[in-house]
């Protein structure tokens, strides 16, 4: 549907051009080819598309998917869908990368680059400025352009509140809810997919972004990741986000605001924030104490493969995550470790840990770990899951695989509903665990690391009836899913790699 309306839109192009007039006056008229028309006129049994009286709904849908050049294009096919272009959801979020509204432009010493056309961008905020919903930059090399993006954008919400300023600013960013800001800090070669050499933002780019902060007063959300400043620029970053959105702001994201300690402070001011996903480096008792008498629901602790290592990064103290769990008992700490090589989550001893989710390819479960968790988050945990396939051989060996550790989790932690398993289990802890674990309703298996096996020696308390059962039952693929099938309640089945790769733990699903 948005390649037809895209493709209609350049033949409106295509079939059309200027013309003299009687008065030798340029005008732009639709080249008609007249036999053609003559023919379609003439055709009774001619059958005509609605593709003009499409809901608003499935326009909305349909603009999204298109590019900025692309929805002027499907706005020029009829005046339904010119007024499709204006409507809210449409804009709902606008990419800035390091070729939008540019154009091409020769250096002596760098050859063709892309620059920012200042004009076409001028009109564009004009034409669309007050409807935009979201904003989201993404640069890769051109910063500049980045840059000069946000001081024309910020110029052009200060002329709209002006008394006297031009009326195409008016309400220009009044709408904007959310905006998202990635900084590429890796500057490693493109050949070495594993080097790291961060280099952090600030300066210029900073101030920038600082300007356009406080001119948007409705923000509800913002996302700030691998700024990697120095100390004295973080400890100021939010500062006129604080004294424009104090009370408004529901979403804060800050990861790795800088790379080594340093607690942000203004992440506690926020009185109606709900969640917050930050790095571990940047919080401490303090801003826990003043978390504590905020709104918070959900705090994320997040680590990303640009973050320094686990144990370089103190975990805060027992007695604040109390006072914590005292003053805001309705908050969940989740636990996550995003990266390409191998390391660990930074664990909060006695903190409401509720989700420990791992997207590392390299991160093998250990004995001390998993011990190390259930001591602490056996009342609250209630998601463990590694996403990815791993990139390590998982021993065969019962005693060195992790069945006995994964039984012990689900023994312990009672609120445990969500658990993903991509090392070696045989299939007799698979039935084990769907038996154990009362309160599991999503259970994720590889079938290429699970073995046709009942390797777990008698229990006491098992009967001969359950012995009976437990070795029957893991004999095939087959019969274990459905007997967990039966467990569990629904069509259950063991996931092939392919599949594997697919699955994400969305925590924000099961709150």
């Given amino acids: 549907m948005a390649t037809l309306a895209l493709r209609t839109g350049k033949e409106i192009m295509h079939n059309a051009g200027w013309v003299l007039d009687e008065n030798e006056e340029a005008c732009y008229i639709d080249i008609v080819n007249d036999d053609d028309n003559k023919s379609d006129v003439d055709d009774?049994?001619?059958?005509?598309?609605?593709?003009?009286?499409?809901?608003?709904?499935?326009?909305?849908?349909?603009?999204?998917?298109?590019?900025?050049?692309?929805?002027?294009?499907?706005?020029?096919?009829?005046?339904?869908?010119?007024?499709?272009?204006?409507?809210?959801?449409?804009?709902?979020?606008?990419?800035?990368?390091?070729?939008?509204?540019?154009?091409?432009?020769?250096?002596?010493?760098?050859?063709?680059?892309?620059?920012?056309?200042?004009?076409?961008?001028?009109?564009?905020?004009?034409?669309?400025?007050?409807?935009?919903?979201?904003?989201?930059?993404?640069?890769?090399?051109?910063?500049?352009?980045?840059?000069?993006?946000?001081?024309?954008?910020?110029?052009?919400?200060?002329?709209?509140?002006?008394?006297?300023?031009?009326?195409?600013?008016?309400?220009?960013?009044?709408?904007?809810?959310?905006?998202?800001?990635?900084?590429?800090?890796?500057m490693a070669q493109a050949n070495d997919p594993e080097g790291i050499k961060l280099f952090g933002t600030g300066g210029q780019l900073l101030k920038g972004l600082k300007d356009l902060l406080s001119k948007l007063t409705n923000l509800r959300t913002l996302k700030l990741v691998d700024f990697v400043l120095e100390r004295y620029e973080a400890k100021h970053l939010l500062d006129e986000v604080l004294d424009a959105c104090c009370t408004k702001m529901r979403v804060l994201n800050l990861v790795n605001v800088t790379s080594l300690h340093c607690p942000i402070m203004h992440v506690g001011l926020f009185l109606n924030l709900q969640e917050l996903t930050i790095s571990p480096q940047n919080i401490d008792d303090d801003v826990l104490m003043l978390l504590a008498d905020t709104k918070l629901k959900h705090l994320h602790l997040l680590q990303n493969c640009y973050t320094i290592s686990y144990l370089a990064i103190s975990h805060c103290s027992v007695k604040a995550w109390r006072m914590v769990k005292r003053d805001n008992p309705g908050l969940k700490v989740h636990l996550r470790l995003e990266s390409l090589v191998d390391g660990e989550v930074v664990f909060q001893p006695e903190a409401p840990v509720y989700s420990i989710t791992y997207r590392t390819p390299k991160t093998m479960i250990h004995p001390d770990t998993v011990i190390k968790m259930v001591d602490h988050y056996k009342n609250t945990l209630a998601i463990y899951g590694f996403e990815m396939l791993p990139k390590f051989s998982s021993p065969k060996s019962f005693h060195n695989r992790i069945d006995s550790l994964m039984l012990l989790m689900c023994r312990q932690c009672y609120n445990l509903h969500t658990l993903v398993i991509r090392e070696k289990v045989s299939t007799s802890t698979v039935l084990l665990i769907a038996r154990t674990a009362k309160n599991l309703r999503r259970l994720h298996v590889r079938r290429f690391a699970t073995i046709i096996r009942c390797d777990w020696p008698r229990h006491p308390e098992w009967s001969d009836e359950f012995h009976i059962w437990l070795r029957r039952s893991c004999r095939t693929y087959e019969a274990v899913e459905r007997e967990v099938s039966q467990i569990l309640g629904y069509k259950w089945h063991f996931l092939s790699d392919q599949e594997f790769k697919a699955v994400t733990v969305d925590v924000k699903n099961e709150w």
């Fill in 44 to 186: 009774e049994n001619r059958v005509y598309s609605q593709w003009n009286n499409l809901p608003d709904l499935v326009l909305e849908q349909v603009f999204t998917y298109l590019k900025p050049r692309e929805r002027y294009y499907a706005s020029l096919v009829c005046k339904q869908w010119h007024r499709a272009f204006y409507l809210p959801t449409v804009w709902n979020n606008f990419l800035v990368d390091d070729c939008t509204l540019t154009r091409q432009k020769y250096n002596y010493y760098s050859g063709w680059q892309y620059c920012l056309d200042h004009m076409r961008t001028q009109n564009c905020l004009a034409r669309i400025g007050r409807h935009l919903r979201g904003l989201e930059f993404r640069p890769e090399i051109s910063f500049n352009n980045i840059y000069q993006f946000m001081t024309l954008l910020t110029w052009s919400i200060s002329r709209g509140l002006e008394p006297d300023g031009p009326k195409d600013m008016k309400g220009m960013g009044a709408r904007i809810r959310s905006l998202v800001y990635i900084f590429p800090c890796n």
